[in-house]
C-alpha cells in the first residue's frame, strides 16, 4: 500500500505557474504508474497528466497539452506537475493517484489517491 500526499497548490493569476508535488510512503514508489487528476466545483474529476514507472511514457489531457509537464523521482519518491500558463478554467482540486498497473489515463485504473490540493487561478 501507499499514501500519498499531494502539496504546492495556491492562488495564482492567470498566466502564472505552479508546482505540485505528491509524496509518497514506502520503498516501491518506482513500482507505481501515477497520474494526477483534477476535480472543479460541480464537474466530474478529469485526467490530467500520467507517467509510467520509469517515466518513458507520459500521457496528457488536450486541455493542458503544452502548458502542464509531469515528472517523477523515484530516488525521491515523488511526481511533480509543472503547470504554466494557468487559466482560470484550470481552477480545482489536484489530486494525484498511484496504479499498480501499467500507465492509464482512466481514474478507475488507479488503486491510490491522495487527498488533493486546491489549485485557484484569478482573472
Known amino acids: 500500500q501507499v499514501q500519498l500526499v499531494e502539496s504546492g497548490g495556491g492562488l495564482v493569476q492567470a498566466g502564472g505557474s505552479l508546482r505540485l508535488s505528491c509524496a509518497a510512503s514506502?520503498?516501491?514508489?518506482?513500482?507505481?504508474?501515477m497520474g494526477w487528476f483534477r476535480q472543479a466545483p460541480g464537474k466530474e474529476r478529469e485526467f490530467v497528466a500520467a507517467?509510467?514507472?520509469?517515466?518513458?511514457?507520459?500521457y496528457y489531457a488536450d486541455s493542458v497539452k503544452g502548458r502542464f509537464t509531469i515528472s517523477r523521482d523515484n530516488a525521491k519518491n515523488t511526481v511533480y506537475l509543472e503547470m504554466s500558463s494557468l487559466k482560470p478554467e484550470d481552477t480545482a482540486v489536484y489530486y494525484c493517484?498511484?496504479?499498480?498497473?501499467?500507465?492509464?489515463?482512466?481514474?478507475?485504473?488507479?488503486?491510490?489517491w491522495g487527498q488533493g490540493t486546491q489549485v485557484t487561478v484569478s482573472s
Open positions: 493517484a498511484a496504479s499498480v498497473k501499467v500507465v492509464r489515463t482512466t481514474s478507475t485504473w488507479y488503486d491510490y
Open positions: 514506502g520503498r516501491t514508489f518506482s513500482s507505481y504508474s
Open positions: 507517467i509510467s514507472r520509469t517515466a518513458s511514457t507520459t
